[in-house]
């Protein structure tokens, strides 16, 4: 049992390249999220899939679309890397469980544009 | 005014002390909570969910005030292996969490 996976794990960018970021989990859950997290703002909501065939916009979206490609997988894609776009990319899946929801995070990718 | 706020840190205490840290929430509509540890260059890993009635989980307490809207984190008995930032999660009715900016935990021999 992975949990949640992502790839890359490291990528670097030129300005205006365009690249996708994978992730997957094997736990089942409905839904999943992508977040970024730069020093000093903490994790800000870029999508989410709240179940399979829907997608949401968080607090940043611009500059990002997203893919639920099934159950297991969300992928989210740059189409035209900015410097702005550098930060650590984490994807998550959830399910409620009661009144819980609690979030499962991958390892991460991190993301250069020069 | 962010909705999820916590003090950045860091809190620097000895092996063996006990700390506290607080995380306060704007949404009253917020319905769970969580504390999340995340190491350094790693994911936030889930710590603990937060009950109403407070809970315990070995050295760690968590805590929730719904009256002032804060929920805390204590940890008992410091190991240096509990350094790290810790993360504090509100859920509210759109069942999409909102983090704070994490509080930086460092203990020393």
């Known amino acids: 049992n992975a949990g949640v996976t992502q790839t890359p794990k490291f990528q670097v960018l030129k300005t205006g390249q365009s690249m996708t970021l994978q992730c997957a989990q094997d736990?089942?859950?409905?839904?999943m999220y992508w977040y970024r997290q730069d020093p000093g703002m903490g994790l800000r909501l870029i999508y989410y899939?709240?179940?399979?065939?829907?997608?949401d916009k968080g607090e940043v979206p611009n500059g990002y679309n997203v893919s639920r490609l099934n159950k297991r997988e969300f992928s989210l894609r740059l189409e035209s890397a900015a410097p702005s776009q550098t930060s650590v990319y984490f994807c998550?899946?959830?399910?409620?469980?009661?009144?819980?929801?609690?979030?499962?995070f991958g390892p991460g990718t991190r993301l250069t544009v020069t | 005014r962010k909705e999820v706020e916590q003090d950045p840190g860091p809190f620097n205490v000895p092996e063996g002390a006990t700390v506290a840290f607080n995380c306060t929430y704007s949404?009253?509509?917020?319905?769970?909570f969580f504390w999340y540890r995340q190491d350094c260059r790693k994911e936030p890993k889930l710590l603990m969910s937060?009950?109403?009635s407070g809970n315990e989980d070995g050295r760690f307490t968590a805590q929730l005030n719904r009256a002032s809207q804060y929920i805390s984190l204590l940890i008992r008995d410091s190991k240096l292996s509990d350094s790290a930032t810790y993360l504090c999660?509100?859920?509210?009715?759109?069942?999409?969490?909102?983090f704070g900016r994490g509080t930086s935990l460092i203990v020393h021999p």
């Open positions: 937060v009950y109403s």
């Open positions: 998550a899946s959830s399910e409620r469980t009661g009144s819980l929801y609690e979030q499962y």
């Open positions: 999660a509100a859920v509210g009715g759109s069942y999409i969490p909102t």
């Open positions: 949404n009253s509509a917020s319905q769970s």
């Open positions: 899939s709240a179940s399979e065939g829907t997608t």
């Open positions: 736990m089942n859950h409905n839904s």
